[in-house]
């Protein structure tokens, strides 16, 4: 079967650096994506992977190895905004898009 | 621009009734998606379509149903809710003939049936 696992919290402190892991193993793999969910809010697109390893947009960078089925979201200088759901997402041999339940992460000032 | 709608934001259904969500986007993309998303899941695909005029069955079809009529709607429709359908439904579109893919969400719709 299909599977996208990422650790359901994480809580980090305001100004410091947070890592959210995601590993998978899916049918197929045509990338990796990372999204951001506030809550009550629609998810947003952050990054994509689709080679071996780090893209770095900003504050935020992520990590992927394909041969480990693994992937890590990589958050700096964290801000109080910053608190939200974050999703891994898989894109399969179909090129539909697997989704991990999300890691909720807290902020703490 | 808007770039993805859906209406109506929220909704109290009776179970049996039958209910159309809707969703339309303006940025010309091909490809669009239905999700529901409950707490403690990830998003999970109901239906999809690829391009106008043609859909396809996701991860738990079961009890909806879509059309693609044009490039820019893509209703979703419960002919009969049931309280297992309660959830939060997000509308997705892509543009597939270029870069990498990335879906862009609607603001979703909350669905409670009784």
């Known amino acids: 079967g299909q599977n996208i696992d990422q650790p359901t919290e994480m809580t980090a402190t305001e100004g410091a650096i947070v890592q959210i892991n995601c590993t998978y193993q899916?049918?197929?793999?045509?990338?990796l994506f990372w999204y951001q969910q506030h809550a009550g809010e629609a998810p947003t697109f952050l990054s994509y992977?689709?080679l071996d390893g780090l893209e770095e947009k900003g504050r935020f960078s992520s990590f992927l190895s394909r041969s480990k089925g693994y992937s890590y979201l990589l958050l700096k200088e964290l801000q109080m905004k910053d608190s939200a759901s974050y999703l891994c997402?898989?894109?399969?041999?179909?090129?539909?898009?697997?989704w991990g339940a999300g890691t909720k992460l807290i902020i703490k000032p | 621009i808007a770039g993805i709608t859906q209406a109506p934001t929220s909704q109290i259904l009776a179970a049996g009734r039958r209910m159309t969500l809707r969703c339309t986007q303006d940025?010309?993309?091909?490809?669009m998606y239905w999700y529901r998303q409950d707490l403690g899941l990830g998003l999970r695909l109901i239906h999809y379509s690829n391009t106008a005029g043609t859909t396809g069955k996701g991860e738990v079809p079961d009890g909806y149903s879509v059309s693609r009529a044009n490039t820019d709607d893509f209703p979703l429709t419960l002919a009969s809710a049931v309280p297992s359908q309660t959830s939060v439904y997000f509308c997705?579109?892509?543009?597939?003939?270029?870069?990498?893919?990335?879906?862009?969400f609607g603001p979703g719709t909350r669905l409670t049936v009784l």
């Open positions: 940025m010309r993309h091909n490809a």
């Open positions: 997705a579109s892509s543009d597939e003939t270029s870069g990498p893919n990335e879906q862009f």
């Open positions: 899916t049918s197929g793999f045509n990338g």
């Open positions: 997402a898989v894109q399969d041999s179909n090129y539909q898009l697997i």
């Open positions: 992977n689709v």
